[in-house]
DNA sequence: TTCATTTCTTAAACTACATTAAGTTTTTTC
DNA sequence: GAAAAAACTTAATGTAGTTTAAGAAATGAA
């Protein structure tokens, strides 16, 4: 299957698109494959660019004052990702987004953006709904960490996402649940 | 100034909403006030509404394992707030939103939801904007956590919200900033 | 204007998790 | 398939923040 025929199907669960809407939209779309390790964004670069991930698995990570990576984000199959403020604002980020994975994307520019919702408005309603989802997924992972230890987030998160877990180093996924690579190995030691 | 004229000028900051098309919205707009401590929603209870507020606070809570309370969101004037989950799928809630100040509201209904933009497509583009500054607030929100201790989080957020900070009890702020009030008050006493 | 309630403070004892450092295993590269 | 690089483990030591508990201050109610 062609990569933006993902994209399709994606937005055709939330809104109907016809042939010739999918026209319009077609051109402001670029699809390529990014290997494993390869970087989108770079600290101190302006995003220019939403990411839709058809494959693979890309994440979301920034430097911390003691130089530790901390991951913020993972996206995986059917996920937009980007540096929000840096992105909208068109000023310097201060995150990496990186490809875990071999991963096949699809990216809008921000130079396209406003004028892809002018030319098919019904996008506004998709991407109201992504967006929904998305702050309905941060509420409930701001609970998570208010409410649960390091132990409990990842058993947890094991738990939701066992297959995930075994998709991404050890590393990226403690710095995810807001500990170190050394603590989830004591945790994965005993039981 | 009518409560729900304070609305139309925050949409009108993002879209351009007619006096039309304003007319067409204000069946589904219930504007009131609630006193301070007051309920708009409590565990166990299906959240019905999405809240703006036009003037004072409310704050979205859990009781964690321990019986705490944590305080996971506030909004204040021009800020919605809700349960999305809950909201969504009118599902069992395991949040409370409470009036932190004397608080008037303006709510919509979940049932008036689907025809509400409906009969408005422009207010798809609207949420759309509200959502994706939620969603690059939160991106924010996240980084801090993950990248500063307690004490920084505490001093930042007082830097940026030096009047908010005097608003709402500091037990309220503790838990918001992910720590006891206790140790608020150890931080507050050094200097 | 007093009594009750809520909020804030202080300090000692405790703990979940971080840090450091060295060694081991796994994966990648050529 | 050997060497290098990346990822993971283990364990001792350290610390930021919690817990508990009691008292003080502020706020609210009658």
Same mark, same amino acid.
């Given at each position: 299957?062609?990569?933006?025929?993902?994209?399709?199907?994606?937005?055709? =669960? &939330?809104?109907d698109?016809?042939?010739? @809407?999918q026209?319009?939209?077609a051109?402001?779309?670029?699809?390529?494959?990014?290997?494993?390790?390869? &970087? $989108?964004l770079?600290?101190?670069q *302006?995003c220019r *660019?939403?990411?839709?991930v058809v494959k693979?698995?890309?994440? $979301?990570?920034?430097?911390?004052?003691?130089?530790?990576?901390?991951?913020?984000?993972?996206?995986? @199959?059917?996920?937009?990702?980007t540096?929000?403020?840096?992105f %909208?604002?068109?000023?310097?980020s201060?995150f990496?987004?990186?490809?875990a994975?071999?991963?096949e994307?699809?990216?809008?520019?921000?130079?396209?953006?406003?004028?892809?919702f002018?030319? %098919?408005?019904?996008?506004?309603?998709?991407?109201? $709904?992504?967006?929904?989802k998305?702050?309905q997924?941060?509420?409930?992972r701001? =609970?998570?960490?208010?409410s649960?230890?390091?132990?409990e987030?990842?058993?947890?998160?094991n738990?939701? &996402?066992? @297959?995930?877990v075994?998709?991404?180093?050890?590393y990226?996924l403690?710095?995810?649940?807001?500990? *170190?690579?050394?603590?989830?190995s004591?945790i994965?030691?005993?039981?």
């Open positions: 299957m062609e990569m933006v025929s993902a994209l399709y199907k994606h937005i055709n =669960k &939330f809104i698109l016809s042939n010739d @809407e026209e319009i939209l051109p402001f779309l670029k699809s390529f494959t990014v290997r494993k390790k390869a &970087f $989108l770079s600290q101190g *302006t *660019t939403n990411y839709f693979g698995c890309l994440r $979301l990570y920034f430097i911390d004052i003691k130089g530790a990576e901390q991951t913020t984000q993972f996206a995986i @199959e059917n996920w937009w990702i540096d929000l403020t840096s %909208l604002f068109q000023e310097q201060e990496y987004i990186q490809a994975e071999a991963t994307v699809i990216a809008i520019e921000h130079h396209h953006y406003d004028e892809m002018h030319k %098919l408005p019904k996008l506004e309603r998709y991407f109201r $709904l992504i967006l929904q998305n702050h997924a941060s509420q409930r701001i =609970k998570f960490l208010y649960q230890t390091a132990e987030r990842y058993r947890h998160f738990s939701l &996402f066992p @297959e995930f075994q998709r991404v180093p050890q990226m403690a710095s995810y649940l807001g500990f *170190t690579p050394e603590f989830l004591k994965r030691a005993k039981k």
